[in-house]
């Protein structure tokens, strides 16, 4: 028998993993910088908060850790090339089969502008 945990208690868990992870991170980037950079370029040795900044920075800066990006861009690549292969058509049956999912209203047909 599978025992559950509450919602509460998995979101705790995961903050404990997240900042695990990213104090185990500044300890790396902390030691690999003063391992690295001073012999190097001749830089300062920097702290554990600064290798924290750091890493912050480059998140900002570069928006990811590098890694895989995941299924979403393939899955969103894939059906941008179905789309363009559709024809009028196809595209309106594929909205409207959308509209009916999702219960929305159809928009107002809009005039072309010239």
Avoid: D
């Avoid at 509450?6 to 868990?13: E, F, H, N, Q």
């Avoid at 554990?48 to 990006?69: E, M, T």
């Avoid at 409207?96 to 072309?112: H, K, L, T, V, Y």
Wanted: aromatic letters at 12%; proline letters at 6%; one cysteine or more.
């Amino acid at each position: 028998m599978k025992r559950y945990l509450p919602r509460g208690v998995k979101i705790a868990l995961f903050a404990l993993l997240a900042l695990a992870i990213l104090a185990l991170l500044g300890v790396v980037v902390m030691s690999l910088w003063n391992w690295l950079i001073p012999a190097i370029f001749g830089w300062k040795i920097i702290g554990y908060w600064q290798a924290i900044g750091l890493i912050v920075l480059c998140r900002l800066l570069f928006g990811r850790f590098g890694g895989p990006r995941g299924r979403a861009g393939f899955a969103r690549h894939r059906m941008r090339e179905r789309w363009e292969q559709m024809t009028p058509e196809e595209r309106q049956r594929l909205r409207q089969s959308f509209r009916a999912c999702w219960g929305q209203a159809a928009p107002p047909e809009s005039s072309p502008s010239a």
